[in-house]
């Protein structure tokens, strides 16, 4: 052999030895929300072997993870973006929620002035199904045709 060879107890007592040094406990803040979370990031270390970073959020006191977090920053904990939003962009996007809303509010208002009637809710379960007259199912007499 060339090179140096793995020594898997010489692997297993330097992460031992490594495991007792002090690591970053807390993270950065990195931005809050229009909700109040606060998100926070450890960032990646290569040189121990860390390659992502750890990302989380806190939820202010008493809501207790009740509330959705917004698309961006879900984005960015899930590690799809590598930088968190800017202030900007979240107003921006919370704009056009706001602007849908109100616009699906005036198609509804337009709909029942028109004598639309509110839509039904399906069913849910074994009678949503659609049933026809000439099958049933679990009719032992019903043939399929293969031609």
Avoid: C
């Avoid at 495991?19 to 970053?24: A, G, I, N, V």
């Avoid at 807390?26 to 390659?51: Q, T």
Wanted: glycine content about 8%.
């Amino acid at each position: 052999m060339s090179g140096p060879t793995r020594n898997v107890w010489a692997i297993v007592a330097r992460n031992f030895i490594n495991s007792f040094k002090p690591r970053q406990i807390r993270g950065n803040l990195m931005g809050k929300d229009y909700i109040g979370n606060d998100y926070f990031e450890i960032p990646a270390d290569p040189s121990v072997g860390k390659r992502k970073p750890t990302r989380w959020y806190s939820p202010p006191k008493g809501q207790d993870f009740q509330d959705p977090i917004p698309a961006e920053w879900e984005s960015w904990l899930r590690g799809r973006r590598l930088e968190p939003p800017t202030e900007e962009e979240i107003l921006k996007n919370l704009a056009i929620a706001q602007m849908k809303k109100e616009n699906a509010a005036k198609i509804e208002v337009k709909r029942l002035a028109e004598g639309g009637s509110l839509p039904s809710i399906p069913e849910k379960g074994h009678n949503s199904y659609p049933t026809y007259p000439d099958f049933q199912p679990g009719d032992p007499n019903h043939k399929i045709d293969n031609k």
